[in-house]
């Protein structure tokens, strides 16, 4: 029999809450991080609203040091997965063999808030000087390194670029490592900060990005047929991945167990995916195929749901595919926090074990005309017993990435 991989630690910083209790807490209260951008003058361009993570003062958490030689999405990374090893009770790590500790991070633009901002210096300044710290800055492996020397974990580590796919690949493969002898542990982490002109334009000239710039906690409406596009968000997650056996031997609390995992690609087009959805579903059935499970079994989805019209329909006729006359609870939590691109995948799968955990389902804000027949969850659910939840996270250029969690039973 195949050792069980579980989930023994959790990290989260969101535009909802900074920290896995105040995230769930506030994504399940209905809150909503979308809001008009303050981190720098949006006036001119076309979209002037993001889901931003409010509230976070690296000083609070990070050296001096540190702070100044990172980007944003590295400062996420690390936050998170100071919180999710301190929650494993593995900060403090001279009994564990650390080269059987593995890495993997996850993100879709890495450093790009730090090549844009350096670029836009440069081409303004009388004196051409770029600081010896930008390549390290905008390196997608960076975040990963700077935890690894923070925790003295010297095994296995890889950083994946799956675009918005990234954060759930990033457990996925976590899993893999596990699964193959490599590693006893991993920590599986996704980031990204995004919030620039530089992005923005382009995604708003893509006409990808809703821009009702005076209503922004409506804004994003996941699988409603009223939507006008997704809004960007930010922000970092991070989870602690064991075998079974390592966990218990330590007497680590298991949250859940990582039942299923999969990725493909459409092959179809770079930035929609067929309108049937016929990829995505056969990512959600492999994930199933793994753990051994069928669609009657799934209770929850946590569901990509950007408000981007043409992805969120070719989803909705995926899981109308994959789950027919059974009908899981579904919800699409970007509608609060945005898309997270990298953080997303992995902040929406704690939303998973969370819902196992509690009982509780987080709502779909803003949905009110649905493009399927689908069991939306609209309103905060409490009291439902769920053994089995999905996370979905696709991603331009075709990337599909499914996560099953299950009850410990």
């Known amino acids: 029999m195949k050792e069980k991989i579980v ?37 001119d361009l076309a979209v ?13 958490y990070l050296p001096g040091k540190l702070i100044r030689e990172t980007d944003a999405f590295t400062q996420y990374a690390f936050v998170a997965a100071k919180e999710a090893l301190t929650d494993a009770g593995l900060v403090n790590i001279e009994d564990t063999d650390t080269s059987r500790f593995g890495i993997v991070m996850g993100t879709a633009m890495s450093g790009i808030d730090t090549i844009a901002a350096t670029q836009e210096i ?20 960076i975040a990963a390194a700077q935890i690894a020397i923070e925790y003295g974990i010297t095994g296995p580590s890889y950083t994946i670029s799956t675009a918005c796919a990234s954060g759930g690949d990033a457990i996925g493969m976590g899993a893999m490592l596990l699964l193959s002898g490599e590693a006893d542990v991993t920590l599986a982490v996704g980031a990204d900060s995004t919030l620039c002109p530089l992005v923005i334009y382009s995604l708003a000239n893509a006409q990808a990005l809703s821009r009702e710039n005076e209503d922004p906690q409506s804004a994003c409406r996941p699988f409603d047929k009223t939507a006008k596009g997704f809004v960007m968000g930010e ?20 949250y859940a167990e990582l039942a299923g995992w999969a990725n493909n690609n459409d092959a179809w087009h770079v930035t929609r995916p067929p309108e049937d959805g016929v990829h ?30 043409k992805s969120d329909l070719a989803e909705a006729e995926a899981m109308e595919s994959v789950f027919g006359a059974n009908r899981p609870y579904i919800s699409g939590t970007k509608a609060a926090t945005g898309h997270m691109m ?29 493009v399927k027949e689908l069991n939306f969850v609209t309103e905060t659910m409490e ?11 696709f991603g331009f250029g075709g990337q599909n990435s499914t996560i099953i969690f299950r009850r410990m039973k």
Request: aromatic share 4%; charged share 15%; proline share 4%.
């Open 7 to 43: 989930v023994t630690g959790m990290g989260a910083v969101t535009p909802v809450g900074i920290g896995v209790e105040s995230y769930w807490e506030n994504l399940i209260a209905g809150a909503c991080g979308v809001s008009r951008i303050s981190s720098f003058d949006a006036s």
């Open 48 to 60: 002037q609203i993001a889901a931003e993570v409010k509230g976070f003062h690296p000083e609070d």
């Open 122 to 141: 440069l081409t303004n300044a009388v004196h051409k000087n770029v600081g010896p710290r930008f390549v390290p800055r905008i390196l997608g492996n």
């Open 235 to 254: 922000g970092g997650g991070a989870l602690v991945l064991e075998t079974e056996s390592h966990a218990k031997r330590r007497g680590a609390r298991i």
């Open 280 to 309: 995505s579903a056969a990512c959600m059935n492999s994930a199933m195929k793994r753990a051994g499970l069928t669609a009657e079994e799934i209770g929850y989805v946590n569901a990509h749901g950007t408000g981007a019209v």
């Open 342 to 370: 990298g953080g997303g995948g992995v902040t929406e799968a704690i939303a998973c074990i969370k819902a196992i955990e509690t009982g509780v389902l987080p709502p779909t804000r803003n949905l009110t005309e649905p």
């Open 383 to 393: 009291g439902v017993q769920i053994q089995v939840a999905m996370s979905n996270a």
